[in-house]
């Protein structure tokens, strides 16, 4: 597993993490403040398979946390329970102190979760500033009769989401690109604009799903920059999903591992990587007592 960079090393020197009562840890700047998630006992089946169980978890306001393990170890189905894309079989999520039970996607997305994919889903034949636009929903709203009748409130809105798509995407220096249609725009562009697109519906907690996937050292750096540029920037928690340990040793603060949709460890960024239970979920048995292997795939 990577080693942290000089980056990383810098970035924990400046945080400290603390115990907290449901077996996690968060930012001690975090401490006295609703958390932006925490997970009780949370837990899905799929017929006779725990494919996510007794998942606990608690992330801090402003804390960028991490979420491994080997693939198929249930990260993406913790993300669609968090979004309700699933609805869990068991547990608690709470998010900002509210609990979320029985809410659809929309609801929570309301409440302030939001997400990207594996895959990404933009609308391709559309620009990127109506990308940006379709994520602006909880924030710039016209009302349905000034929108038919083109009243002044349906103008203004109108400047509001304009102005509100180009400040967003200037934040990733995309503004340039806001008329090209989605589907043009190189990979790495494609995955900033996904991120864009869901900070601009104004989350509390921001899910990242592999956010650096198919992206060269150069453009990887530059994500690590703007995902901490993020949090600084909105003072918002984010959550990502990551095969990059570069990255994830980098920025995380806290970070959980899961392995067989269980949790195996959860620490800083250096407790991970001496864990043994780590090293062997990722290399294998026996790894731990000096085997070498590559960086986790």
Known sequence: MSKLTDFGKARRETTKMVPV???SIMPER???QAPALECLHLGIDFGGLKAVDDFNITVGKTEICGLIGPNGAGKTTVFNL???VYQPTRGTIMVDGQDTAGM?????NQLGVARTFQNIRLF????VEENVRIGLHNQVKSGMVSDILRLPRFWKAERDFHEKALWYLDIFDMAKYADWTAGSLPYGAQRRLEIVRALATGPKLLLLDEPAAGMNPSETAELMENIVKIRNMFNIAIMLIEHDM???????EGICVLNFGKIIAKGTPEEIQQNPQVIEAYLGAGAHQGEKGGEAA
């Open 246 to 252: 570069n990255l994830v040793m980098n920025i995380c």
């Open 104 to 108: 659809s996607p929309a609801r929570v």
């Open 124 to 127: 391709d034949t559309l620009t």
């Open 30 to 32: 975090d401490l006295g």
């Open 21 to 23: 009562p449901s077996h």
């Open 82 to 84: 968090l979004t309700k």
